[in-house]
Nanobody, 127 residues
Framework: QVQLVESGGGLVQAGGSLRLSCAAS????????MGWFRQAPGKEREFVAA????????FYADAVNRRFTISRDNTKNTVYLQMNSLKPEDTAVYYC????????????????????WGQGTQVTVSS
């Protein structure tokens, strides 16, 4: 079992920045591929970014590419999502997820590929 706890959400003005954190604990959590997803009101949950256990490979959704950066610190069992140039359409609950699989961007963007999920943290971007 892997437990995931997100933090760092909040209210920010458009153009601002936030950094989300996801603290992982449990069985060999540092060896898992980690992903971030988000769910806006009235919409389905969507992929944001993913990172391999070493941090050497990353994937991003087109909507956040070049604005968001995913990273991890395995010494702290923590994954980060640095969000810059935030837009009102980035408003959502952001979820951290973990899996022991790795594949193409199309595969890693699927919710079904992830086995463990956090409870989510709210990000609200005002215009």
């Amino acid at each position: 079992q892997v437990q995931l706890v997100e933090s760092g959400g909040g209210l920010v003005q458009a153009g601002g920045s936030l950094r989300l954190s996801c603290a992982a604990s449990g069985r060999t959590s540092s060896s898992y591929v980690m992903g971030w997803f988000r769910q806006a009101p009235g919409k389905e949950r969507e992929f944001v970014a993913a990172i391999t256990w070493s941090g050497g490979n990353t994937f991003y959704a087109d909507a956040v590419n070049r604005r968001f950066t995913i990273s991890r610190d395995n010494t702290k069992n923590t994954v980060y999502l640095q969000m810059n140039s935030l837009k009102p359409e980035d408003t959502a609950v952001y979820y951290c997820a973990a899996t022991d699989k790795w594949g193409t961007r199309a595969i890693m963007s699927r919710e079904s590929e992830y086995d463990y999920w956090g409870q989510g943290t709210q990000v609200t971007v005002s215009s």
